[in-house]
């Protein structure tokens, strides 16, 4: 084989490596993304202010038969950040808030799946933002569209203090309170 | 003078149109000073009282409208026929302008997502979903909405300082509040 060969060689198996990795990340594991979302609420001197992330990537096994190999995995771009203005994007993908030059990835992973009561389920793991991890139970309810699809969705309290998430002048509570409540909803395909 | 005085505003109509005076002035100028700040605890704050005071002045104008039905302005002062109609215009569009922009005002938070607490007590319906495009189209009307209350307000004051010191008749004198009718 000759240089020219094994370059075609490396090329070719980089593009079948990538091909999988776009596989995974746009159908993981049946997750319907364009119907699926990650939103936020957070209070501002009282006032409800709403967001979500644009771009994340889900790794979900859900199967109520067998919770015991039933997974979700996350990883959400900090940067995809949707919020009131352009001018908010900006300033927390900055070094007090999310910092997302250094941490541009939050990820969760479950560590277990527990069922606690009809459709009624409990993915327990850990979240990471901004190099901190801290443990996280998300409960999750599950219950059928009229596409057929499995919906999951779950909301959970994230304590944006723990994470250093608004420091200085930001870390007043009764500026930006600490619990900021972050809604998933995954839409999942049903098994073929 | 009587309380009855049919050639003057009513005491409480007059309250009404200085207070809306103030208010209007007072959040122009603390829209466009918070616009203008760095993102800070203080520029979401002001954000905050901008929207306290757009809304009170909603609320004033619903009272004045309501309170116009029940006692009627006093009757025009002589004046050409083509300035009464510029004045039953201009106060027209005055009351759609003082009720059109805090509305607008309203739907574009609700568009970008921040919910309107009126005086941080009570939360009012986020009027529409949160939307990027619709957010830009909505900040666009508001200041245009703005932009023409300022232009028609500017009209308004020439008016009456027209009347007041050049026809020198009573048409401002009976909306200031201690003067009297003559």
Known sequence: MNAGGARHWILRAALVVAGALAVTSAFGQGVLVDKSEIRFVSKQMGVNVEGRFRKWTANVVFMPSDLAHSKADFDIELASIDLASAESESEVKGAVWFNTAKFPVAHFASSSVKSVGADKYEFTGTLAIKGATRNAVVPVTLRKDAAGNNVAEGTFTVKRLEYKIGEGEWADPSTVADDVAVRVRMVLAPAK | ?182
Not at chain 2, 69 to 77: D, E, M, S, W, Y
Not at chain 2, 82 to 111: D, E, K, M, T
């Open chain 2, 1 to 182: 003078m009587s309380v009855t005085d049919p050639t003057r505003y009513s005491g409480f109509a007059i309250a009404l149109h200085w207070l809306t005076a103030v208010l209007i002035v007072a959040n122009l100028l603390l829209g466009l000073s918070m616009v203008a700040l760095p993102i800070s605890p203080r520029k979401l704050q002001w954000y905050l009282w901008h929207k306290w005071v757009g809304i009170t002045v909603f609320l004033v104008t619903c009272l004045r409208v309501a309170w116009r039905a029940l006692r009627p302005p006093p009757p025009p002062v002589a004046m050409p026929r083509w300035q009464q109609r510029a004045s039953a215009v201009s106060h027209g569009l005055l009351y759609v302008l003082l009720l059109a922009i805090p509305v607008s005002g309203w739907i574009y938070s609700s568009s970008t997502g921040v919910q309107v607490v009126y005086l941080g007590v009570l939360p009012l319906p986020d009027l529409v979903a949160k939307d990027r495009e619709l957010a830009t189209v909505l900040r666009s009307v508001h200041v245009a909405l703005n932009a023409t209350l300022f232009a028609v307000v500017c009209v308004h004051v020439a008016a009456a300082l027209r009347h007041h010191f050049v026809a020198r008749d009573a048409v401002l004198r009976r909306m200031l509040p201690l003067a009297r009718s003559r």
